[in-house]
Structures are given as structure tokens and as C-alpha cells.
């Protein structure tokens, strides 16, 4: 009998087709059996253990983030300090005054600043209707005058630092949106 394939043509015997059924074949045991799944069950309940003790701490810092945006930010304003004002303490200000005031146009105009040039972040801020010009200038400002510290190694001096670190005081306590206690306090 001969069948047809598209690519061979086989011979089948009626003797090809018939097999003895083969003996069964023993396995050797060994105690890797046993200890290998016993070790997976206990990482998987040690992953489980560390897992829920994680997520109480995730809850406590979800509850950190109910926080208004604003808040966080005028407490991280009021813990910048000016220093001796070397360079590399004055760079370092500025990095964190930038990075504050960052953080609060992510979370309160919905804007990915820190991912952002200054350029985009100012073009992308004069889209929210909400801010005066007055408001966008001084943002646009003490971002300009950060950039100069931190990329041209400009050094502008405790004076000016201080009236940027006001100024950014000004913005955040303007810009806000209000929270529920402040729009139950009005009522």
C-alpha cells in the first residue's frame, strides 16, 4: 500500500504497521524530586510573606500622597536652605529648586516636567488657561535662571537664590488649586 505525500512517497507494509507493545521502563528516584518542589513552595510563600508586608507600606505611602501637591511643595521650599553657597552647594540648590517646583506642575497641571526642557515646560504651561502672565513669567525666570546654574556654571549668588527660592514660594501659594478644606473654609 503506498501513500502520497506532497513531498515523499512512501512505502507501508502491512509489517511496518504492527509493533509489540513495549515493556514498561523503571525510573530511579531520587530525593531531588522531593526537595526541588519543597524549595519552590517555600521561596513562593517567603515572595508571598515579603509581598503583603510591602504593600502595607505602599498603602501608608498612598495615604502620604493624598497630600494636596501643593503642600509637599511648600514644605520642600521651606526645608531648602541657602548655604555658604560654593558652587557645587549653589548647582545643587538650584537642582532642587528646579526639581520641586517640577514635581508641582506634574501633579498639579498635569504636565511631565521633569521630563521636559525648560522650553517645553513653558510652552506647555502657557496652554493651561489658568495662570496669569505674571504668574508664567515668574516660572519662567527662576527655570531660566536654574538652567544657568546648572548647565553654563553661571554663579548668580545668594541674594538672587533667595529671592528665587520667594518667588517660587509666590508661584506655588498663587497656583494652587484649592483643596476641600480650604473650599469648605470659604462656606
Given at each position: 500500500?503506498?501513500?502520497?505525500?506532497?513531498?515523499?512517497?512512501?512505502?507501508?507494509?502491512?509489517?511496518?504497521?504492527?509493533?509489540?507493545?513495549?515493556?514498561?521502563?523503571?525510573?530511579?528516584?531520587?530525593?531531588?524530586?522531593?526537595?526541588?518542589?519543597?524549595?519552590?513552595?517555600l521561596?513562593?510563600?517567603?515572595?508571598?510573606?515579603?509581598?503583603?508586608?510591602?504593600?502595607?507600606?505602599?498603602?501608608?505611602?498612598?495615604?502620604?500622597?493624598?497630600?494636596?501637591?501643593?503642600?509637599?511643595?511648600?514644605?520642600?521650599?521651606?526645608?531648602?536652605?541657602?548655604?555658604?553657597f560654593?558652587?557645587?552647594?549653589?548647582?545643587?540648590?538650584?537642582?532642587?529648586?528646579?526639581?520641586?517646583?517640577?514635581?508641582?506642575?506634574?501633579?498639579?497641571?498635569?504636565?511631565?516636567?521633569?521630563?521636559?526642557?525648560?522650553?517645553?515646560v513653558?510652552?506647555?504651561?502657557?496652554?493651561?488657561?489658568?495662570?496669569?502672565?505674571?504668574?508664567?513669567?515668574?516660572?519662567?525666570?527662576?527655570?531660566?535662571?536654574?538652567?544657568?546654574?546648572?548647565?553654563?556654571?553661571?554663579?548668580?549668588?545668594?541674594?538672587?537664590?533667595?529671592?528665587?527660592?520667594l518667588?517660587?514660594?509666590?508661584?506655588?501659594?498663587?497656583t494652587?488649586?484649592?483643596?476641600?478644606?480650604?473650599?469648605?473654609?470659604?462656606?
Open positions: 500500500m503506498y501513500t502520497i505525500s506532497p513531498f515523499l512517497i512512501l512505502a507501508v507494509t502491512p509489517a511496518d504497521e504492527i509493533r509489540g507493545i513495549k515493556s514498561l521502563e523503571h525510573f530511579a528516584y531520587s530525593p531531588l524530586i522531593y526537595i526541588i518542589p519543597a524549595i519552590i513552595i521561596l513562593s510563600i517567603i515572595a508571598l510573606f515579603f509581598f503583603y508586608k510591602k504593600r502595607g507600606k505602599m498603602e501608608e505611602f498612598e495615604k502620604q500622597l493624598s497630600i494636596p501637591a501643593y503642600k509637599i511643595a511648600l514644605h520642600a521650599l521651606e526645608k531648602l536652605k541657602i548655604g555658604k560654593d558652587y557645587p552647594e549653589e548647582r545643587s540648590f538650584h537642582f532642587s529648586l528646579s526639581e520641586i517646583l517640577r514635581f508641582y506642575i506634574e501633579e498639579e497641571f498635569g504636565i511631565f516636567a521633569s521630563d521636559m526642557t525648560t522650553e517645553e513653558l510652552l506647555n504651561i502657557l496652554k493651561v488657561n489658568q495662570l496669569t502672565g505674571k504668574q508664567v513669567e515668574i516660572l519662567s525666570d527662576i527655570l531660566i535662571k536654574d538652567d544657568k546654574v546648572k548647565f553654563a556654571k553661571l554663579s548668580l549668588g545668594p541674594q538672587i537664590a533667595e529671592a528665587m527660592l518667588s517660587a514660594k509666590e508661584f506655588v501659594k498663587e494652587h488649586k484649592p483643596d476641600v478644606e480650604e473650599v469648605n473654609e470659604v462656606r
